[in-house]
């Protein structure tokens, strides 16, 4: 009985649309289902697999990340093993989204030196005018991270926040 539970997410020490037996997992928790929500908080890479990203399809509430909309800030930030194609994933996520029935967010992770410029933010804004989430969350780093970088003051959050008209 989950009467005090309103979403029920999917996460993980990792990216969680990695997990091989995503779409069983994700049928399980929606029979499970009464009044709650079920959410998957993701780095966006999901969508480059047409069989994960079918199996996203079936979930209430899909939270991508987005951290930079340019190839060279995307690598520093996310240090993709793929070299993904940042014009490929906004396309695939465009696509998620017009597929989409639940609600889609995009999150942003501001790092001091890296994204945290007006030319990003324009940038950002483009993919997200492309991409047409529901709602764009922008945050920073709060506790040390993994590698050497820092997060940015609260007022510059929210003037780059002004940046994003498209959500």
Request: glycine residues 2%; aromatic residues 8%.
């Amino acid at each position: 009985e989950f009467k005090d539970i309103d979403v029920i997410t999917i996460t993980a020490n990792g990216e969680p649309s990695l997990y091989s037996d995503l779409s069983n997992l994700i049928t399980q928790i929606n029979s499970l289902k009464k009044t709650q929500k079920s959410l998957i908080l993701s780095n966006g890479s999901a969508v480059l697999n047409p069989e994960i990203s079918k199996a996203l399809l079936k979930l209430d509430i899909v939270k991508f990340s987005l951290d930079s909309a340019d190839p060279k800030t995307f690598r520093k930030i996310d240090r993709s093993i793929d070299r993904i194609d940042t014009d490929n994933l906004i396309e695939l996520m465009s696509e998620f989204r017009a597929k989409f029935k639940g609600e889609l967010i995009m999150e942003v992770l501001v790092v001091a030196g890296y994204n945290d410029s007006d030319d990003e933010f324009i940038a950002l804004n483009r993919a997200f005018k492309k991409i047409s989430p529901h709602r764009v969350d922008i945050s920073t780093i709060d506790r040390p991270p993994a590698h050497n970088a820092s997060g940015v003051s609260i007022e510059r959050l929210y003037y780059l926040s002004t940046f994003i008209d498209s959500a």
